[in-house]
């Protein structure tokens, strides 16, 4: 191979492998799996709410939001003893729109391109629609997104769905020792008045009605400069090759 070729073969291969290096700046700020540490067999027992399996923060129900541990979520890797929360007693069908649920304080000072995802599955009864919402305060919270709506009932027994919030279009919420997020049960959209059932052919209810999480991951997404800088390097060496 001539030796243009093998240089310029050789600066392409330092590109990609700068790209991966992009990739893998990603880290795990903070995760819950919700199970027992250490593991009694239980999968109806879990870890203290504020005590993560991966760094630091806490996790609280709110809007009188009660919780117990059940089987958790295909997600976590565990291949035993898995947990999640199940959350109960939620607000009658026509009271306290987006009051109750979960609240998680993360600090994520140093670290930026917040992304929050957790898997959830309701049983029939439960409200279908969810907002996540987002402080910076720790204090007011904003609607990050309109509200969700969870597809299938019936527990974390063959039914995972993960949802996914990327904050990194919102400055505040990086290197903030304060932020926060809720997940709140919503009323309908359609009707903006009343819960509507995760379930068809049934109604809402919030003393019986349980909505399940699991593997709640707060992460610092990949920064962009280390590419951006590989390249920039990149070119000017393929600028001073050419000229030679």
């Known amino acids: 191979m001539p030796l243009r070729r093998v240089r310029l073969s050789a600066w392409l291969t330092m590109l990609s492998l700068a790209a991966v290096c992009q990739h893998c700046s990603a880290a795990i ?4 799996d919700f199970n027992s540490n250490p593991p009694d067999g239980n999968v109806t027992t879990g870890a203290v709410l504020n005590m993560p399996a991966v760094g630091a923060g806490s996790v609280n129900v709110i809007g009188g939001v009660t919780f117990t541990y059940q089987a958790g979520s295909s997600a976590d890797p565990a291949a035993s ?15 306290g729109n987006k009051s109750a649920g979960l609240e998680v304080a993360v600090s994520t000072a140093g670290f930026s391109g917040i992304i929050v ?7 029939t ?3 279908k629609y969810w907002t996540f ?5 720790g204090t ?14 019936g527990g974390f027994s063959g039914n ?15 290197n903030d020792p304060n932020f926060k997020f809720r997940i709140v049960s919503t009323f309908d959209p359609a009707s903006g008045t009343s819960y509507s059932p995760t379930g068809t052919g049934t109604t809402y209810s919030g003393l019986t009605g349980s909505a399940l999480f ?3 991951t707060v992460e610092s997404s990949p920064a962009p400069e280390p590419a951006s800088l590989a390249f920039a390097g990149f070119a000017g060496a393929l600028l001073l090759h050419r000229r030679r």
């Not at 700020?29 to 819950?32: D, F, K, L, V």
């Open 29 to 32: 700020i903070t995760r819950w």
């Open 81 to 95: 003893d898995n947990s999640s929360v199940s959350t109960a007693n939620y607000p009658a069908a026509t009271s």
């Open 117 to 123: 995802s957790y898997d959830q599955q309701n049983t």
């Open 125 to 127: 009864k439960a409200s």
């Open 133 to 137: 919402q987002y402080s910076t305060d």
């Open 140 to 153: 007011s919270f904003t609607d990050f997104a309109a509200p969700y709506a969870v597809a299938t009932a």
């Open 160 to 174: 995972v769905t993960t949802y996914r919030f990327n904050l990194s279009s919102i400055p505040a919420v990086n």
């Open 214 to 216: 699991d593997y709640l």
